[in-house]
């Protein structure tokens, strides 16, 4: 078992950044695949970005180089570092957990961007 507790979602304006940190306890996820996914109103939820166990990446295409994943398996923490931030990436922000067929979810953190 996997607990993802996600945070630093908060109110911001265009333009400006936010830093998601998902801290992982129960197991050590150094051989997971972690993810970042959001859901806005009434759309379904989409990956935003991945980063597997060697430490390689993959983005979605609206990312558009904005946002970085990263993994600090010392810490049992991922990170989502958000810049550039548009009232279109206005969603709840999810941290994901997997390992071969398990998935394990946060609670979500708010992110809302708007002027």
């Known amino acids: 078992q996997v607990q993802l507790v996600e945070s630093g979602g908060g109110l911001v304006q265009p333009g400006e950044s936010l830093r998601l940190s998902c801290a992982a306890s129960?197991?050590?996820?150094?051989?997971?695949?972690m993810g970042w996914y959001r859901q806005a109103p009434g759309k379904q939820r989409e990956l935003v970005a991945l980063v597997f166990s060697g430490g390689s990446t993959n983005y979605a295409d609206f990312v558009e180089g904005r946002f970085t994943i990263s993994r600090d398996n010392a810490k049992n923490t991922v990170y989502l570092q958000m810049n550039s931030l548009k009232p279109e990436d206005t969603a709840v922000y999810y941290c994901?957990?997997?390992?071969?067929?398990?998935?394990?979810w946060g609670q979500g953190t708010r992110v809302t961007v708007s002027s």
């Open positions: 129960g197991n050590r996820i150094s051989g997971y695949r």
């Open positions: 994901n957990a997997h390992y071969i067929v398990v998935d394990y």
